[in-house]
């Protein structure tokens, strides 16, 4: 091969320059408004007005003390996020084995109203879902669910494998072979799922739990539906929703707190996350 | 399924042409005994009711406060009152009937009489409340309450306090300012005029890193503007909810007032911002008055406490004596006649008159699905006797709506200024119909545009509602928009 | 001619029943007369006696309350209550939704009905032919092998009828009835038929409002979709170039701003750009008083609709780079040396080579990323924080999508107009749906399910 001569190494490291500074400047747009979250946080009265540009004139941990000392009808901060943490958590189990149940029948099994029911399930994906709040608002009164964590954790579990288009497309694309040996040795289809598909699809699930702890984690609009009736219940997201402008950097600091967990569990899981997104939609 | 649900539509449809005439109002008469029926007799026995109260009487200690004398009032009986621990701003119309709720609210007359008028608060018997005995109301305050059902007129509520606008500043940032007629109240603040150059002064000192404000209030908010409207001549509602005011008299000199205040604020005046930050801008100097309503008095007063602590490094004690010391209420200002602020005034009582604000009653009432009436009815009592409504003004700031509690000892300072705005007719009541909803949020709309139009780029002057005749015509278009809305309803 | 054809084709299922009548089984007859009687006779009896016990839970059902209930869903209520003189009416509301139970119940009861006479029937065949015949035990058996897909999709199938069909059929029936905050419990609630659709459609304040809203949503969606789905592809590409080292690195950032909560970088956005937050401190310091940008006040509509597309960019790009990155890595790099010896610039490179790859393998997530664009809910509502513009729009304001401004109708504002949300709700079900079913059956991913099995 011929060596690159000196004009082409000079565009080559004004290539390189380029992409650095670019990268370094989306870097920074991402990170910005983390950053002026945090530092918001830090602001010593509290109030967004007192700034000068961007940041608080004069810094104090007094919020972050407050944030889980002070218990007051608009803060009530450990409560909450005990709250938030068992919907979450309890929500996500539940979810995932739906879903991946669910996936697993619809990509394993051929059955008569599969294709019906596959259509089904995508049409009703995309039925806009904030006119059902008024129909489960009176369903979750009627069920004696309403004002309770539980019926939550219910509807989040129940509403979840209505999503289960990435995880069929994961099992997809395992080959009916593996599943014919397993058959041949006699397993029927309950042992090939629990010995064979499972530990096949660890990242898919992993996928599925992240996803389905988050989406509890910081939804907003359900949990005010469903839970405004009692204090005691709020999630940090109602909470911190209702938090008026002059709480701002309590806002903040409450914000920061709970971006934490899935921040962690993100960058940890960042090669399940990477192949999950994918794999639903990747074919060729 | 889409097969079936067009069968159930099809089904539906030829239903609906036999229940369509269906008659839905539940006939008969009833007598005010027959409706009074629910509170006859002994009160419940050992019965736990909730209490919906407003956040910042929770917030201040108050409400426990209250619930501790009830408590220990009714002992007896084993009735006890507790805090409903909702939202403050669960809607009863919608939880109520599924059977969830409170027992016991507290709430703004519109809001009140709202639920009344489809049977979600109770009526109350009168002669068993101390309130409503004779001479302890205002009829304008008592009449925020009153609806005409069953074909006699009820009241609703137990009226505690009377929400209107006032002014609130700091006694030693004036304290340079001249007061020519010697009644506190420096004269900068009597006048909207004066208090327009006045701004405008501020304003010059102002820089992108520190900006002050002579006078700031929210300018979107239909509560705290209509009184602009109304003072020139404008009302709600006539005779009938059809009968829509906006552009009587001459009301358009109340949106041109609304626009010389926008000139002397910034873009934050469209929005709800400064009344959010008022109490820490007024603690921080950032802002020298603004003008919100008497129950936020607290607010202001904390923010200060904790100002003085917290960057003049007071004590405590020290702190909340100079905050109670410094922190000053008066009546609103006086606006031209001409509606121009821009004019000077050599003659106050020739080119100025009195300003005219909207107000309302907050008050207790009952709901109607609850399993305690009596008990109820106990605590409203309780919670409107005069000791009671003294303490909470005392407390919170707010303005007593018996009168005798309002020029008592003990209450606050201004609030008999406040009563005697009440008494001379300067605070209109909000009407406690349902349609007030419809005004309210077309109105908003409306003075959001107007201030809006002023702030936007750095200031100034009305740019698209620049003339008298663009003004009316916005008036007139928001009366029509109004009247759409109410016949989709 | 073509009538009688039709009508010949429409009762071609009542002779299939005649015919069927005729010649099945006694077996298949008893089970007609009475669910289970069939199975008994074949000797199932474990099976007959559920079937028998699942038919008089029917029954009792329908006793109880399941006739009650259907009739309900016709009359919405005869009687309104009165809660201050303590008599309870009839809450429409609540009838509404047992209604539509009783009519998910009965479709159950047929189906459950119609698979015992067929299993009857063939049982009963098996039998006549000397064939063995599955005892109790063998067919519980089959409930974790073939019929394994019964049990693993039966929580998720009740799940999804009580949480989400539900919910969606009473939302469909509310948009024919006067359902609104005025006309609620313990008023009575009545059908209308198609009244909220020709409000929808004839109240001046409506169409223009609708039309507005229509035109930014579909405006929105396309530029939505684009920004982020090549914004996602670039990044990608920028990160995955040979001269970048520290991918890794690199890639953190984007993924910080993933895993935080949607909703408080919106409200977090909302400040920077009010009027007098921190981007506008910065015009006024670089450009003086009269760089001030109304960002998102009440008047402004393509700043506030280009700072909604800006911030809509920033929330998605993420995933979308995470999307292109795993794409990108499934590539063929032979291609590129290829390209790289015939002489293709990298523009050429990215037109010829990279893009028609990656659009080929994501057009799935692009249809459901074009539908959430759609549909996106939060930008609007977070950013402008419910603000509603009445002199220009109904309920509504210049960045609200047909979403928002069904939210602000059904929930938002002091007045709820629950039934004209419902029929946006069903017109805005229609258009989306239309497009993404079409979009779905034609892609590869539904044509070609089984291209690795």
């Not at chain 2, 109490?279 to 936020?296: C, E, F, Q, W």
Request: with cysteine; net charge negative; aromatic share 14%.
């Amino acid at each position: 091969m011929r060596k690159p001569d000196s004009s082409i190494r000079a565009k080559r490291i004004i290539d390189s320059a380029w992409s650095y500074l670019l990268l370094v400047v989306i870097a920074f747009i991402f990170l910005f408004p983390c950053v002026w979250l945090i530092t918001s946080s830090f602001s010593s009265t509290g109030s967004i007005y007192d700034y000068v540009g961007f940041f608080p004139k004069t810094f104090s941990f007094s919020t972050w003390i407050d944030l889980f000392t002070k218990k007051t009808p608009s803060c009530n901060y450990p409560v909450w996020l005990g709250n938030t943490f068992y919907v979450a958590i309890l929500s996500c189990i539940f979810s995932t084995i739906l879903v991946i149940l669910t996936a697993y029948t619809m990509s394993r099994f051929r059955f008569k109203s599969r294709k019906m029911m596959m259509k089904m399930t995508l049409l009703f994906g995309i039925f806009p879902t904030f006119m059902n709040m008024t129909a489960l608002f009176v369903i979750m009164t009627q069920l004696h669910l309403f004002n309770n964590l539980n019926g939550l954790i219910i509807l989040y579990s129940c509403s979840a494998p209505i999503g289960y288009l990435t995880q069929k497309g994961f099992f997809d694309t395992i080959p009916n072979s593996i599943y014919d040996a397993a058959r041949i040795d006699g397993a029927n289809n309950f042992q090939v799922f629990v010995k064979m598909t499972l530990p096949l699809s660890k990242a898919m699930i992993v996928y599925t739990a992240l996803t389905s702890f988050t989406f509890p984690w910081s939804d907003f609009i359900l949990p005010q539906m469903l839970l405004g009736g009692n204090k005691d219940n709020y999630t940090v997201a109602i909470g911190l929703n209702e938090m008026t402008d002059d709480m701002f950097s309590l806002f903040a600091a409450g914000s920061v707190f709970i971006a934490v967990p899935i921040v962690i569990l993100y960058f940890s899981l960042a090669k399940f996350l990477v192949n999950g997104v994918a794999a639903g939609a990747v074919k060729e | 399924m889409k097969r079936l649900i067009a069968v159930i539509l099809a089904t539906v449809m030829s239903a609906t042409l036999f229940v369509a005439c269906g008659e839905t109002e539940s006939g008969g008469s009833y007598t005010y005994e027959q409706i009074m029926a629910k509170f006859e007799g002994e009160p419940e026995q050992n019965v736990t009711i909730k209490v919906l109260e407003n956040d910042i009487a929770v917030d201040e200690g108050y409400f426990d406060d209250l619930i501790e004398a009830f408590n220990a009032e009714y002992a007896e009986y084993g009735i006890k009152a507790e805090d409903a621990n909702m939202s403050q701003y669960t809607d009863l119309e919608k939880n109520g009937p599924l059977g969830y709720g409170p027992d016991v609210l507290y709430d703004a007359n519109d809001k009140i009489m709202r639920y009344a008028e489809n049977g979600h608060v109770l009526p109350l018997p009168t002669e068993k409340l101390d309130v409503y005995k004779e001479g302890n109301l205002e009829q304008a305050v008592s009449d925020t309450y009153k609806m005409n059902k069953y074909g006699m007129d009820l009241q609703f509520g137990v009226p505690i306090n009377v929400q209107t606008l006032v002014m609130y500043y700091l006694e030693d940032t004036f304290a340079g300012e001249a007061d020519a007629d010697g009644n506190g109240t420096p004269d900068v603040l009597e006048t909207y005029n004066a208090l327009y150059a006045y701004s405008k002064e501020v304003r010059k000192e102002s820089t992108n890193d520190n900006p002050v404000f002579g006078y700031v209030q929210s300018l979107n908010n239909e509560y705290f503007n209509f009184g602009y409207l109304l003072s020139y001549g404008a009302y709600i509602f006539g005779e009938t909810t059809s009968d829509i005011g906006l552009a009587a008299g001459e009301s358009y000199k109340g949106l041109q007032v609304m626009q010389d205040l926008a000139s002397i604020m910034d873009s934050d005046a469209s929005d709800d911002s400064y009344t959010v930050q008022a109490y820490n801008g007024l603690a921080s100097g950032k802002y020298r008055a603004t003008i919100t309503t008497p129950d936020v008095y607290v607010k202001f007063y904390n923010s200060l406490v904790d100002k003085y602590v917290k960057t003049d490094k007071m004590t405590q004690e020290a702190a909340e004596a100079k905050a109670a010391e410094n922190l000053k209420v008066s009546d609103v200002p006086r606006l031209p006649k001409s509606g121009d602020l821009t004019e000077t005034i050599t003659d106050v009582s020739s080119q100025t008159f009195a300003t005219t604000m909207m107000g309302g009653i907050n008050g207790y009432a009952i709901s109607s699905y609850t399993k305690y009436p009596k008990a109820c009815l106990l605590f409203v009592d309780f919670a409107s006797r005069y000791e009671q409504v003294v303490a909470r003004a005392s407390k919170l700031g707010v303005v007593p709506a018996r009168k005798d509690a309002a020029e008592a000892e003990g209450t606050n300072a201004y609030s008999e200024m406040v009563y005697k705005r009440v008494e001379e007719g300067r605070v209109v009541m909000m009407p406690s119909v349902r349609d007030l909803s419809y005004v309210w949020s077309s109105v908003g709309s409306m003075f959001a545009l107007v201030a809006d139009d002023v702030t936007v780029k750095g200031g100034g002057a009305p740019k698209e509602y620049a003339t008298v005749d663009s003004l009316k015509a916005l008036l007139t278009k928001a009366v029509d928009d109004i009247k759409k809305v109410m016949q989709i309803s | 001619m073509s009538g009688e054809k039709l009508l010949h084709r429409a009762a071609e299922p009542f002779r299939k029943l005649d015919r069927f009548l005729k010649t099945c089984t006694s077996s298949a007859k008893c089970s007609m007369f009475l669910m289970g009687l069939g199975q008994i006779r074949n000797k199932q009896v474990g099976k007959g006696i559920l079937l028998i016990l699942a038919e008089i839970a029917f029954f009792v059902y329908y006793a109880l309350i399941g006739v009650t209930d259907f009739i309900g869903l016709f009359t919405l209520g005869t009687k309104a209550g009165d809660p201050i003189l303590g008599i309870t009416g009839d809450n429409s509301i609540t009838m509404l939704i047992r209604g539509v139970i009783s009519v998910v119940v009965t479709m159950f009861l047929v189906f459950v009905y119609y698979q015992n006479v067929r299993d009857a029937e063939n049982v009963a065949l098996r039998r006549g032919e000397g064939k063995p015949v599955n005892g109790f035990k063998q067919s519980l058996g089959t409930l974790l092998d073939e019929k394994f897909y019964m049990v693993t999709l039966a929580l998720p199938v009740v799940g999804v009828i009580m949480f989400n069909v539900l919910p969606i059929v009473f939302t469909i029936l509310t948009a024919f009835t006067n359902y609104s905050s005025e006309i609620a419990p313990p008023k009575l609630v009545d059908w209308i038929g198609f009244g909220n659709f020709i409000t929808l459609f004839t109240v001046t304040s409506y169409i223009s409002t609708i039309g507005k809203i229509f035109y930014w949503n579909i405006i929105w969606a396309v530029l939505a979709t684009f920004l982020s789905y090549f914004g996602g592809l670039c990044l990608a590409l920028l990160i995955n170039k040979n001269c970048v080292k520290g991918r890794a690195f690199w890639r953190a950032f984007p993924i910080l701003a993933y895993a935080v909560p949607g909703f408080i970088t919106m409200i977090g956005f909302r400040y920077m750009f009010s009027g007098m937050g921190p981007i506008n401190w910065l015009f006024v310091k670089i450009w003086g008083e009269a760089a001030r940008v109304d960002f998102l006040g009440i008047n402004s509509v393509w700043a506030a609709r280009i700072v909604c597309l800006l911030v809509n960019t920033w929330v998605t790009i993420p995933a979308s780079m995470l999307l292109s990155t795993s794409v990108l890595s499934n590539m063929n790099k032979d291609m590129y040396e290829a390209a790289d010896l015939d002489g293709a610039s990298s523009m050429q490179q990215f037109i010829y080579l990279t893009l028609p790859f990656v659009f080929f393998a994501t057009t799935p997530i692009l249809i459901t990323q074009f539908i959430g664009n759609f549909n996106n809910f939060g930008i609007s509502f977070f950013l402008r924080g419910g603000l509603m513009n009445m002199s220009e729009y109904f309920n509504a304001n210049s960045t609200d999508l047909l979403i928002n401004w069904l939210y602000n109708l059904a929930l938002g504002g002091s007045n709820n107009y629950y039934g004209l949300a419902s029929a946006v709700s069903i017109l805005i079900f229609i258009l989306t749906g239309t497009f993404s079913l079409l979009a779905y059956v034609t892609s590869p991913s539904y044509k070609k399910e089984d291209t690795y099995k």
